[in-house]
């Protein structure tokens, strides 16, 4: 069972940046993809970005588009959310995930298509 560590939350003012971290136990994170969703209390899992296994294809929701950048390490199974011009909107928990079965670069942006969640991240950004 690959095991998901996310890292790099935090409390920030508006405008500012963020970098999350997320780190894949196993031998095989460099054949899937990966994702970021965000979900706040109450609310349905949100897509965030997706990025294929290779880091050829990247998708981010419309929401976040221009602001953040998803990129990976396969030598260091670790995939990142860099997080600039944040808003108060973005306040959520952030976890990263990875797909159930490798697509090949196959966009991803429901949560069905991913198996392995992180614990999750808190960001908070104030107003």
């Known amino acids: 069972q690959v095991q998901l560590v996310e890292s790099g939350g935090g409390l920030v003012q508006a405008g500012d940046s963020l970098r999350l971290s997320c780190t894949a136990s196993?031998?095989?994170?460099?054949?899937?993809?990966m994702g970021w969703f965000r979900q706040a209390p109450g609310k349905e899992r949100e897509f965030v970005a997706f990025?294929?296994?290779?880091?050829?294809?990247?998708h981010y929701a419309d929401s976040v588009q221009g602001r953040f950048t998803i990129s990976r390490d396969n030598a260091k199974n670790t995939v990142y959310l860099q997080m600039n011009s944040l808003k108060p909107e973005d306040t959520d928990v952030y976890y990263c995930a990875k797909e159930s079965v490798p697509g090949l670069g196959l966009l991803r942006t429901s949560s069905r298509g991913f198996g392995s969640w992180g614990q999750g991240t808190q960001v908070t950004v104030s107003s």
């Open positions: 990025i294929s296994y290779n880091g050829g294809r990247t």
């Open positions: 196993g031998r095989t994170f460099s054949n899937y993809a």
